[in-house]
């Protein structure tokens, strides 16, 4: 099952990338991570549903620093072997 993120609010200079790969690798999901330069988070998880839809909920909230606003969440077809941190974009 693999999502695509777009995530808004205060969620750069906030550890959410580094927050986001860490609770991917608990939870076994693959895919990447990104800041862009409008100010959002995107990115691109897969795995189990259970784990995916675990962190899309972790995503709606954040790091405790963060301040989500929005998640735009959209079906995608990529897969990945691992989870990474890509640059911004």
Do not use: C
């Not at 790969?21 to 939870?27: D, I, N, P, S, V």
């Not at 999901?29 to 909920?57: F, Q, T, Y």
């Not at 790091?63 to 941190?85: N, Q, W």
Request: net charge negative; aromatic share 6%.
């Amino acid at each position: 099952m693999a999502k695509h993120l777009l995530i808004s609010g205060h969620v750069q200079g906030v550890g959410f990338r580094y927050s986001m790969a860490e609770e991917a690798e608990r939870l076994g999901v693959k895919g990447w991570v990104r800041n862009r330069r409008d100010g959002k988070v995107e990115a691109s998880i897969d795995g189990e549903p259970e784990a995916v839809d675990a962190l899309l909920a972790w995503a709606r909230r954040g790091p405790p620093s963060a301040r989500v606003s929005d998640v735009r969440v959209s079906e995608t077809a990529e897969s990945f072997e691992r989870f990474e941190m890509r640059p911004t974009e």
